[in-house]
């Protein structure tokens, strides 16, 4: 079995709880959703052998917090991406997970090899897309038997309906879930800021612990 991989890299990380932490990146080719903001252009892909790929991570002998695997959808390539965090994990390796949190039965298999899941929920009226409020659900409540976050991406087609279904979609299936905050990098940050303000209000009347964080890794320059 190969898996398809875009690229293997180390730097920090750029979003969300781990702000600053680093990583080895492992970023998956392919995704099952076409979100309007997405700013991950996967243009190609080399295939790996899970041996061959933990024979490069191994390559890498900075100390780093966890191995980042992303996409693209890692999900995806359910078979491949859990025979990796079986090697990792067995070697000490920890393992984080960021996806878009709508493929749960995949989730279900590779759980127990996980340590920390981002889980990005996406707002239909951010991303043009259909809603994705049961997948979101059945994805969140896997994802509750390790550590996990959920970030969203705020822009301004994002409708406080949409904001507040999914606090109440947060509270009631994974009540001490973080939610993170971030807004699209490339809008008016005025705007946004201003925006954000308003549904940080929303979080707390809805009790949902949260923060605002930018994407850090296009502010200073890095992958």
């Not at 979080?203 to 890095?222: F, L, M, W, Y």
């Amino acid at each position: 079995m190969k898996g398809r991989i875009t690229e293997v890299f180390d730097s920090i990380q750029g979003e969300g709880l781990y702000l600053g932490e680093k990583q080895i990146f492992v970023r998956f080719y392919g995704c099952n959703l076409k979100c309007r903001f997405c700013d991950t252009k996967l243009s190609g892909f080399m295939e790996y052998e899970p041996e061959e790929l933990f024979k490069e991570l191994r390559l890498y002998r900075d100390r780093y917090h966890s191995i980042s695997f992303t996409g693209g959808e890692p999900l995806l390539q359910k078979d491949f991406l859990k025979d990796i965090l079986k090697l990792t994990r067995k070697n000490n390796f920890k393992n984080y997970l960021e996806t878009n949190g709508t493929l749960h039965k995949e989730l279900e298999d590779v759980i127990d090899y996980v340590d920390i899941v981002a889980m990005d929920l996406k707002l239909p009226s951010s991303t043009g897309l259909d809603d994705l409020w049961e997948e979101h659900r059945l994805f969140l409540k896997v994802a509750s038997q390790r550590e996990v976050f959920v970030k969203t991406v705020i822009c301004k087609e994002t409708s406080k309906e949409d904001f507040i279904r999914g606090l109440r979609l947060i509270r009631e299936n994974a009540q001490e879930t973080v939610l993170v905050l971030q807004p699209d990098s490339n809008e008016d940050k005025d705007y946004l800021h201003d925006k954000l303000e308003t549904f940080k209000d929303f979080c707390r009347k809805e009790r949902v612990t949260h923060c605002a964080v930018e994407q850090i890794h296009k502010v200073i320059g890095v992958r």
